[in-house]
């Protein structure tokens, strides 16, 4: 079975600081991994993807994940970080066994301190 | 193009009523999903539909029910509705060889009173 688990349910850093928050998958096949955001009272907002081309994965607002198999993680990280940067993010999986259905992670609170 | 669309923004009601919500797929996708997001978690998945037929459950008992309509617009009903339910309902859309991309909408708040 498909898991997903992101480490530290808050995590706070210095506006210019860098972003680093943690995801590990686990799945028998090859995965598709995903961030997305969330801002209070909204949808979800795909930050990036991975669908086992390039490991190194960019995606918008300066964001970017490395997908390490080894370690079977998916990192998500940014160099400068923002105070709109602020929201929730959830790192999800998702393998198709008939279905594209994702699992998701509990979910990361970003702080930006200014 | 317009994106995924779900109504209503927020819903009230009492412990045993029904509830209908309603979400428009992304013009061009034939899969919706729907998950339940209960305050202070991570999205779970209810079911999908591919092409008006079911296509895969979550662990949500069969009082949650859903529909898909040719125009690949979707509804999800829940019945006997439970204090437990209160969440942020999000639907998602999809089409074939988009890499497992889905595609949310806003969601609709519910809450069981």
């Known amino acids: 079975a498909q898991s997903v688990t992101q480490l530290g349910s808050h995590v706070s850093v210095s506006e210019g600081a860098l972003v680093l928050l943690r995801c590990n998958y686990s799945?028998?096949?090859?995965?598709?991994l995903f961030w997305y955001v969330q801002y209070p009272n909204q949808g979800l907002q795909l930050l990036l993807k991975?669908?086992?081309?390039?490991?190194l994965v960019k995606g918008i607002n300066g964001f970017e994940a490395e997908f390490k198999k080894s370690e079977t993680s998916f990192h998500l990280t940014k160099p400068s970080a923002h105070m709109s940067d602020a929201a929730e993010y959830f790192c999800?999986?998702?393998?198709?066994?008939?279905?594209?259905?994702?699992?998701f992670g509990t979910g990361t609170r970003l702080k930006v301190l200014a | 193009e317009t994106g995924v669309t779900q109504s209503p923004t927020h819903l009230i009601k009492t412990r045993g009523q029904q509830v209908t919500l309603r979400c428009s797929s992304q013009s061009g996708h034939n899969t919706v999903s729907w998950y339940q997001q209960a305050l202070g978690q991570g999205p779970q998945f209810i079911f999908q539909y591919y092409r008006e037929e079911e296509n895969g459950r979550g662990n949500f008992p069969p009082r949650f029910s859903g529909l898909q309509f040719p125009n690949y617009s979707s509804e999800l009903n829940v019945n006997a509705l439970e204090l437990d339910d209160s969440a942020l309902y999000l639907c998602?859309?999809?089409?074939?060889?988009?890499?497992?991309?889905?595609?949310f909408g806003p969601g609709t708040r519910l809450t069981v009173l």
């Open positions: 999800a999986v998702s393998v198709k066994r008939g279905t594209y259905k994702y699992i």
């Open positions: 799945s028998s096949v090859p995965p598709y």
């Open positions: 991975y669908t086992s081309a390039a490991t």
């Open positions: 998602a859309s999809s089409h074939e060889g988009s890499d497992n991309e889905q595609f």
